[in-house]
């Protein structure tokens, strides 16, 4: 049986979004030094620089219909303006130190390849490969237009936007991608960051489709950093992007190399299959840095690894819940507050699954207010509330308390609410969100494998969840307890208590969370 590893991103860290500038004593006094005296002095001309590249970029749409704007900006207001945006935004990296760029391989042109795909990202500091790609157009946030000098230059850009808490703006935006893409030249080439979202670069996180979904050839661009101190990087977790800007321009100056790969050319399989494609050149550059190609992802907010479909959580919740609760109730608590919680869910109330920070701590019996709060925002925290479900159901699968079988029983009890024996394909994405912490947007793959004629039942759920190879991985690893929590081998799971459950479903439990 192939086994699911889980690529450790370095030594020091667990996984791929959280970084941490490395330093020794002496170098963080060369860095106070050096950075009180190059720090404002660096960011004063940067600043000053996008002052005049403000009303230049706003220049170059200047009077033109929305329609002229919908279309490819040509002639004198393309040379013109272009060249000049350009040379400052060199400058504003060159006061930030970037005194050489050094660029290896050859940038194809329009018809050779519309797009360029760069990677590892690492920073807002990356944008600096505009300059080697002579201002390619980009993707970004709508929420970006707005801001001074940044709308301006998005503007000037013509950049495709969308907004990630609209459906439709991101159908719209991958209309426009496309539409571009497949233009014959007639648009100006694009540039994307695959990975959509910034790592510590010691793997090359799962790509996303955008930049494949047209089926036409990629240029992969690849982004080194090599310098003794690795400041530039800014993700999830570590350094901020305040201290990355400190420590960056700290540096008497920072190295960075651009490296032009061949171009892809997609085969017929990968033109009908973008993620495919996407995987084919995420491994591609993966080989060419010299780091794993993994299935991290960020989905939302939360880090995550992909597995047969589902997000499993990088830092699970129910972890640091449980061992806040058994910091904050004792050990020998956890249980009877786990069981209050799921009495709240069951009272068959609407609403009763969801619950305020104050209607939380009260359930759960906790006198620091501040250890509720932290709770709620471990998991989906909307207007206000959470879904208690989330809490209890993840909670209960780690702590060894109670068997896997006996969790799942009262997960599978609290979504069917209409006591149909059966779950939906919406009301399992939910079970299995409670189960693992996190949201759970792709479980038509786990569906299909448990429902039998549109029906998926407890037993079955059950069954391929504990026989199935790819989904036992998932109830071993992220829905057992580590210790002395059941675990699932070869159709047999065993619990705490040293129950044993076999292939055919017979069980005895010493203890019950149903």
């Given at each position: 049986?192939?086994?699911?590893?889980?690529?450790?991103?370095?030594?020091?860290?667990?996984?791929?979004?959280?970084?941490?500038?490395?330093?020794?004593?002496?170098?963080?006094?060369?860095?106070?030094?050096?950075?009180?005296?190059?720090?404002?002095?660096?960011?004063?001309?940067?600043?000053?620089?996008?002052?005049?590249?403000?009303?230049?970029?706003?220049?170059?749409?200047?009077?033109?219909?929305?329609?002229?704007?919908?279309?490819?900006?040509?002639?004198?207001?393309?040379?013109?303006?272009?060249?000049?945006?350009?040379?400052?935004?060199?400058?504003?990296?060159?006061?930030?130190?970037?005194?050489?760029?050094?660029?290896?391989?050859?940038?194809?042109?329009?018809?050779?390849?519309?797009?360029?795909?760069?990677?590892?990202?690492?920073?807002?500091?990356?944008?600096?490969?505009?300059?080697?790609?002579?201002?390619?157009?980009?993707?970004?946030?709508?929420?970006?237009?707005?801001?001074?000098?940044?709308?301006?230059?998005?503007?000037?850009?013509?950049?495709?936007?969308?907004?990630?808490?609209?459906?439709?703006?991101?159908?719209?935006?991958?209309?426009?991608?496309?539409?571009?893409?497949?233009?014959?030249?007639?648009?100006?080439?694009?540039?994307?960051?695959?990975?959509?979202?910034?790592?510590?670069?010691?793997?090359?996180?799962?790509?996303?489709?955008?930049?494949?979904?047209?089926?036409?050839?990629?240029?992969?661009?690849?982004?080194?950093?090599?310098?003794?101190?690795?400041?530039?990087?800014?993700?999830?977790?570590g350094t901020t992007w305040l201290e990355a800007l400190w420590?960056?321009?700290?540096?008497?100056?920072?190295?960075?190399?651009?490296?032009?790969?061949?171009?892809?050319?997609?085969?017929?399989?990968?033109?009908?299959?973008?993620?495919?494609?996407?995987?084919?050149?995420?491994?591609?550059?993966a080989k060419a840095l010299g780091v794993p190609a993994t299935?991290?992802?960020?989905?939302?907010?939360?880090?995550?690894?992909k597995l047969g479909g589902l997000s499993l959580p990088v830092?699970?919740?129910?972890?640091?819940?449980?061992?806040?609760?058994?910091?904050?109730?004792?050990?020998?608590?956890?249980?009877?507050?786990?069981?209050?919680?799921?009495?709240?869910?069951?009272?068959?109330?609407?609403?009763?699954?969801?619950?305020?920070?104050?209607?939380?701590?009260?359930?759960?019996?906790?006198?620091?207010?501040?250890?509720?709060?932290?709770?709620?925002?471990?998991?989906?925290?909307?207007?206000?509330?959470?879904?208690?479900?989330?809490?209890?159901?993840?909670?209960?699968?780690?702590?060894?308390?109670?068997?896997?079988?006996?969790?799942?029983?009262?997960?599978?009890?609290?979504?069917?609410?209409?006591?149909?024996?059966?779950?939906?394909?919406?009301?399992?994405?939910?079970?299995?969100?409670?189960?693992?912490?996190?949201?759970?947007?792709?479980?038509?793959?786990?569906?299909?494998?448990?429902?039998?004629?549109?029906?998926?039942?407890?037993?079955?759920?059950?069954?391929?969840?504990?026989?199935?190879?790819?989904?036992?991985?998932?109830?071993?690893?992220?829905?057992?307890?580590?210790?002395?929590?059941?675990?699932?081998?070869?159709?047999?799971?065993?619990?705490?208590?040293?129950?044993?459950?076999?292939?055919?479903?017979?069980?005895?439990?010493?203890?019950?969370?149903?």
């Open positions: 049986m192939e086994r699911y590893v889980r690529h450790s991103a370095t030594q020091e860290y667990p996984h791929p979004f959280i970084h941490e500038v490395k330093m020794t004593t002496a170098q963080r006094i060369r860095g106070i030094i050096l950075g009180s005296v190059l720090f404002p002095v660096r960011i004063l001309l940067a600043s000053l620089l996008f002052l005049i590249m403000w009303p230049i970029a706003r220049l170059r749409l200047a009077g033109l219909s929305e329609e002229d704007r919908s279309r490819p900006v040509k002639g004198w207001r393309r040379w013109l303006f272009h060249s000049v945006i350009l040379s400052l935004s060199r400058a504003v990296f060159f006061c930030l130190g970037y005194f050489w760029v050094k660029v290896k391989g050859r940038k194809a042109d329009l018809k050779e390849a519309p797009v360029l795909v760069v990677a590892p990202h690492s920073s807002f500091l990356d944008m600096l490969v505009l300059c080697p790609t002579e201002l390619a157009t980009v993707v970004s946030r709508s929420e970006n237009a707005s801001l001074p000098v940044i709308g301006a230059l998005l503007e000037f850009n013509q950049s495709v936007l969308v907004s990630r808490k609209d459906p439709e703006s991101r159908k719209k935006a991958v209309a426009q991608v496309r539409e571009r893409l497949t233009s014959n030249g007639y648009w100006p080439q694009m540039l994307m960051f695959p990975e959509g979202t910034t790592t510590n670069g010691s793997v090359l996180i799962k790509f996303k489709p955008g930049a494949f979904l047209a089926g036409v050839p990629v240029q992969p661009v690849l982004l080194h950093y090599p310098n003794k101190l690795d400041t530039v990087r800014w993700t999830y977790k420590h960056t321009t700290s540096q008497l100056y920072t190295n960075v190399t651009v490296e032009f790969l061949p171009v892809y050319n997609p085969s017929q399989e990968e033109k009908n299959d973008p993620n495919l494609y996407a995987d084919n050149v995420q491994k591609l550059m299935d991290y992802v960020m989905d939302g907010r939360v880090p995550v690894s830092e699970s919740p129910a972890r640091k819940t449980l061992s806040l609760l058994q910091r904050s109730l004792g050990a020998g608590n956890v249980e009877a507050a786990l069981g209050r919680m799921i009495d709240r869910c069951q009272t068959g109330a609407q609403g009763s699954a969801r619950a305020s920070v104050d209607e939380l701590a009260d359930i759960l019996g906790l006198t620091d207010r501040q250890a509720a709060v932290t709770i709620c925002g471990l998991y989906y925290f909307k207007d206000e509330v959470v879904d208690l479900r989330q809490i209890c159901l993840s909670v209960a699968a780690l702590s060894g308390l109670f068997s896997f079988k006996s969790v799942l029983h009262t997960a599978f009890t609290l979504f069917d609410r209409e006591g149909r024996g059966s779950l939906s394909a919406e009301e399992l994405s939910d079970l299995m969100g409670a189960l693992l912490g996190v949201p759970q947007r792709n479980t038509a793959e786990l569906y299909t494998q448990a429902s039998n004629q549109g029906q998926l039942t407890e037993e079955r759920l059950l069954q391929v969840l504990t026989t199935h190879p790819t989904y036992q991985r998932v109830a071993n690893e992220f829905m057992q307890c580590d210790n002395a929590g059941a675990h699932l081998a070869n159709g047999k799971a065993e619990n705490n208590n040293g129950s044993m459950q076999n292939g055919n479903g017979s069980i005895h439990y010493n203890k019950k969370f149903d």
